[in-house]
């Protein structure tokens, strides 16, 4: 099946600690969102990459980073300069620029990560 | 960054009862989405919107791009159990490569 896969669907992490959350996709989609969810609020954009090897911060960058080698791959580590890192985190992919219904974006099931 | 002003932020309705909720902007907007959230999932994209004055349905669902291109909405006929969830509207601002989201209606309904 075609999707976007995150994994672990839950993760706790200890105050300090860098933590890396995955996101993978099979859609042959050349873009890839990282957005954080807090409860009751929507979505916020963390970090955005059009094409391989290259990446934009979004509304909320800082104490996250990215990395983007593969097409089909998007990790976002949230460091220990994160102030408030308990939060729901999605990654969403869409075909990219110069394609038709370029702009739909199709998110992955989420990973719940929890600071102690 | 930039507001969509989704509203209303809750309701409470009657199975079988039609839903309304919509989403206004400031600014201008090429493309308009609306998403379903079901608790600790990712949202699924239920319709998209590429023209002002668009209509488009899918199933009990219909959303409308404005005239104005400033604000879109969304309209479920017919309530059913599984309708329950968060709608959040979404939208790409002219000239601009990012969504916009908006805060999300929380869905309940009584049997």
């Known amino acids: 099946d075609g999707g976007i896969t995150q994994s672990p669907k839950y993760l706790f992490r200890k105050e300090g600690q860098n933590v890396t959350l995955s996101c993978e996709q099979n859609?042959?989609?050349?873009?890839m969102y990282w957005y954080r969810q807090d409860p009751g609020q929507g979505l916020r954009l963390i970090y955005y990459s059009q094409i391989v090897n290259d990446f934009q911060k979004g509304d909320i960058a800082e104490g996250y980073s990215v990395s983007r080698e593969k097409k089909e791959s998007f990790p976002l580590t949230v460091t220990s300069a994160q102030k408030n890192p308990t939060a729901f985190y999605l990654c969403?992919?869409?075909?990219?620029?110069?394609?038709?219904?370029?702009?739909?974006?199709?998110f992955g099931p989420g990973t719940r990560l929890t600071v102690l | 960054g930039q507001q969509l002003n989704q509203s209303p932020q809750s309701m409470f309705i009657q199975e079988g009862e039609d839903v309304s909720m919509n989403c206004t902007s400031s600014?201008?907007?090429?493309?308009w989405l609306w998403y379903k959230q079901d608790p600790g999932e990712g949202p699924v994209l239920l319709i998209a919107l590429y023209k002002a004055g668009e209509l488009t349905s899918n199933g009990r669902l219909t959303a409308q791009f404005g005239i104005t291109r400033k604000d879109s909405f969304l309209n479920i006929s017919a309530s059913i159990p599984s309708d329950v969830g968060i709608y959040f509207c979404a939208g790409r601002i002219q000239g601009a490569q990012k969504l916009v989201f908006g805060q999300g209606t929380r869905l309940t309904i009584n049997p």
């Open positions: 859609l042959n989609h050349d873009a």
């Open positions: 600014s201008i907007f090429n493309t």
């Open positions: 969403a992919s869409s075909m990219g620029q110069g394609a038709s219904g370029n702009y739909e974006q199709f």
